[in-house]
């Protein structure tokens, strides 16, 4: 039976609350969201741990900084887009060039929130970021997700940013036959022909077009919900890549230098890259997303489940 949650971000604040209760370390960094990233609820329980700097991303991010260096655990609260560009400097120089361990959370990745508009839209940050040494990155797929790596990265050391879409559902509608802190691994069957690779909002998406591929076409299909997507898990990831395959990303992230860029390369520089007898990469290419409500832009970008599984079927000769 699924797991029903109020919403994500509740969720991850009471989440952050149980880590701060275990550990008065612990502090959580405002950027004046309060409401929307459910800070409030921990500032009522914490009301000393909890630092609102409002729109001056930059200084939350400095100051984040300065506490982790002595000794505290930081976990600043902005958008996607702020983290990634507003603030990319003291994120590059005051966290990651100094190795402090800071949690940054962002909200809204991708195109999650469009009523936000396209200036506030994030499917750049990953390609940004994954270019800053020290850093992780880390992207889940669900509210289950969410709760388990926050928990978890509250015990990882060095600099993290975690990025959450706001349409992510409250539980992946299968279970997984291969889990792992960095991805979770779903399949049918040994033997598959299509490996689909995704993550974030993506993933139940994936898992949908699967069962269609296998239903309706029969075609033997997989999908990896990558949940940590810097570094990736290549030795994990090698498991699944044993034998040939069309290998498919579908990605919430600008292609240009998204998740298949990076798989594409660590592929090359492996021993498995004969394995892959098609590589087709399905994301946002190299554009600015406007603005609009969800299902517009998805069916815009051909990134809905019907125009993402023709795109499949496409690559395989079969459409």
């Keep these: 039976m699924l797991v029903k949650y109020a919403d994500s971000f509740t969720e991850y604040m009471k989440t952050v609350i149980k880590i701060a209760t275990d550990n008065e370390k612990t502090v959580v ?4 969201l309060g409401k929307s990233f459910k800070t409030s609820l921990f500032r009522s329980k914490f009301p000393e741990r909890s630092f609102n700097f409002g729109v001056a991303e930059q200084n939350a991010f400095s100051a984040a900084a300065g506490l982790a260096s002595q000794g505290f655990n930081p976990i600043v609260q902005t958008f996607s887009v702020f983290a990634s560009t507003r603030a990319l400097d003291q994120f590059r120089n005051s966290i990651c060039y100094t190795n402090q361990n800071v949690l940054v959370v962002g909200a809204k990745s991708s195109i999650s ?3 936000a508009g396209a200036t506030h839209q994030s499917i750049d940050d990953v390609g940004i970021l994954s270019s800053i040494p020290n850093l992780q990155i880390y992207s889940p ?3 289950v997700d969410l709760i388990e790596l926050t928990e978890m990265l509250a015990h990882v050391s060095g600099p993290k940013y975690m990025r959450i879409e706001n349409t992510i559902v409250d539980e992946i509608s299968i279970d997984p036959t291969f889990k792992s802190e960095s991805l979770d691994f ?3 069957r040994n033997q598959y022909k299509v490996l689909i690779i995704s993550t974030g909002s993506f993933v139940e998406t994936s898992i949908n077009v699967m069962g269609i ?3 309706n076409y029969g075609i033997p299909t997989a999908v990896i919900n990558l949940k940590r997507l810097k570094p990736l898990d290549i030795n994990v990831l090698e498991r699944f890549i044993s034998h040939e395959l069309n290998l498919i990303v579908v990605e919430p992230l600008n292609t240009t230098n998204g998740l298949g ?3 594409s390369k660590m592929l090359f520089e492996s021993s498995i890259y004969h394995y892959i007898t098609n590589f087709t990469n399905i994301g946002f290419h190299d554009i600015f997303t406007q603005s609009g409500d969800m299902s517009s832009l998805l069916e815009l970008y051909q990134l809905d489940e019907r125009a993402i ?5 496409k690559s395989l000769g079969e459409y």
Aim: net charge negative.
């Design 113 to 115: 929130d469009p009523s």
């Design 29 to 32: 960094i405002d950027c004046d």
């Design 141 to 143: 797929a669900s509210i």
């Design 309 to 313: 599984l023709r795109t499949i079927l």
């Design 186 to 188: 779903y399949a049918n």
């Design 261 to 263: 860029a990076q798989i």
């Design 213 to 215: 591929l296998e239903n």
